[in-house]
């Protein structure tokens, strides 16, 4: 059976750091692309950032270039987001996905498999 589960949310102080890690189960993580997305209250739910099955490719969405960081660790079968300088404006439930056709786009639709979300939240 094919599970994603994300750890590493809580609360933080604006300019802080979190690392979120996404655990994977019933299938390994480097034939899938991964993806993060969020949701904030109100809002519809946007991709963060995503890396494909290779890890030849990887995307951030503007808001968080540079700021934001997706690597995976094959042996652990984990992928993680790095997020420093995090912003109130971060504050969301965070989710990781991932996507049989190995490719690293941040269309809701291209994902197959989604996790039960961490929720961030920043302080200002």
């Known amino acids: 059976q094919v599970q994603l589960v994300e750890s590493g949310g809580g609360l933080v102080q604006a300019g802080g750091s979190l690392r979120l890690s996404c655990a994977a189960s019933?299938?390994?993580?480097?034939?899938?692309?991964i993806g993060w997305f969020r949701q904030a209250p109100g809002k519809e739910r946007e991709g963060v950032s995503c890396?494909?099955?290779?890890?030849?490719?990887?995307n951030y969405a503007d808001s968080v270039k540079g700021r934001f960081t997706i690597s995976r660790d094959n042996a652990k079968n984990t992928v993680y987001l790095q997020m420093n300088s995090l912003k109130p404006r971060d504050t969301a439930v965070y989710y990781c996905?991932?996507?049989?056709?190995?490719?690293?786009?941040?269309?809701?639709?291209?994902?197959?498999?989604w996790g039960q979300g961490t929720q961030v939240t920043v302080s200002s």
């Open positions: 996905a991932a996507s049989v056709q190995g490719m690293c786009v941040m269309t809701l639709s291209e994902w197959d498999y």
């Open positions: 890396t494909s099955s290779s890890g030849s490719t990887t």
């Open positions: 019933g299938f390994t993580l480097d034939s899938y692309a």
